[in-house]
């Protein structure tokens, strides 16, 4: 498709459990952003692929959480031995970084709840 | 850390009506963006204002900035239900990273 796919869409695991989410970008954007989102809040950034560079992790709120990007282009946020305050929906969204505007094209979510 | 603040954080009005809401921020930005959010999902890009550029037009939005306060402003003219949803500013910085503020969410009463 010609927009960014995540996948899945809703998840709901168990305490302890691992998770992983996928985020295809569209073709040729070169920036990629995972973000978190909590119920009624603002964007919590977590990570950002930009090309070749190495990513910016800053967001990643503590080392359970991880993310790659292969080849340039589909990524995976995997989330270890989840806790209920990872419950949230993740948002991916890429960019035509470097000479472009900055602006995000965002998927449309994957909503995860822990139990 | 949040890079915007959003203010009101939430907003209701009657349709037919204006809504504005305002964003400022803490460093120095490339450019700042409006993006709207419906039902929890994913953003859609509404419009993007320069650092060197003051005001600018889109339909029914108009989006000012000024960079001497680091402050930025959204004004939804003659407001539809549809327009219901929460809004976010967000900064591009310099090495092209897009922070968001927590957002306004807006109600437009039909």
């Known amino acids: 498709g010609a927009g960014v796919s995540q996948s899945p869409s809703n998840k709901v695991t168990e305490k302890g459990k691992d998770v992983e989410l996928r985020c295809d970008p569209i073709?040729?954007?070169?920036?990629l952003y995972w973000y978190r989102q909590s119920l009624g809040q603002g964007l919590e950034f977590l990570i950002y692929?930009?090309?070749?560079?190495?990513?910016?992790k800053s967001g990643l709120p503590s080392d359970r959480f991880s993310a790659e990007r292969t080849g340039g282009s589909v990524s995976t946020l995997t989330i270890q031995r989840t806790q209920q305050e990872d419950s949230a929906v993740y948002l991916c969204?890429?960019?035509?970084?470097?000479?472009?505007?900055?602006?995000?094209?965002f998927g449309e979510g994957s909503r995860l709840t822990v139990l | 850390s949040q890079q915007g603040e959003e203010d009101p954080q939430a907003l209701s009005i009657q349709e037919g009506e204006n809504a504005t809401m305002n964003c400022s921020y803490k460093?120095?930005?490339?450019?700042l963006q409006w993006y709207r959010q419906n039902s929890g999902r994913g953003l859609v890009h509404l419009i993007l204002?320069?650092?060197?550029?003051r005001e600018k037009h889109s339909g029914r939005l108009r989006v000012t900035l000024d960079t001497s306060k680091k402050s930025s402003s959204l004004l939804i003219t003659a407001s539809r239900a549809a327009d219901t949803a929460s809004y976010f500013c967000?900064?591009?910085?310099?090495?092209?990273?897009?922070?968001f503020g927590a957002g306004t969410t807006v109600t437009v009463r039909a």
């Open positions: 967000a900064t591009l910085s310099n090495d092209y990273k897009l922070s």
């Open positions: 073709s040729g954007h070169t920036a």
């Open positions: 460093t120095s930005i490339n450019n």
């Open positions: 204002i320069r650092s060197n550029e």
């Open positions: 969204a890429s960019s035509l970084a470097t000479g472009g505007t900055g602006e995000l094209f």
């Open positions: 692929f930009q090309g070749n560079s190495a990513p910016d």
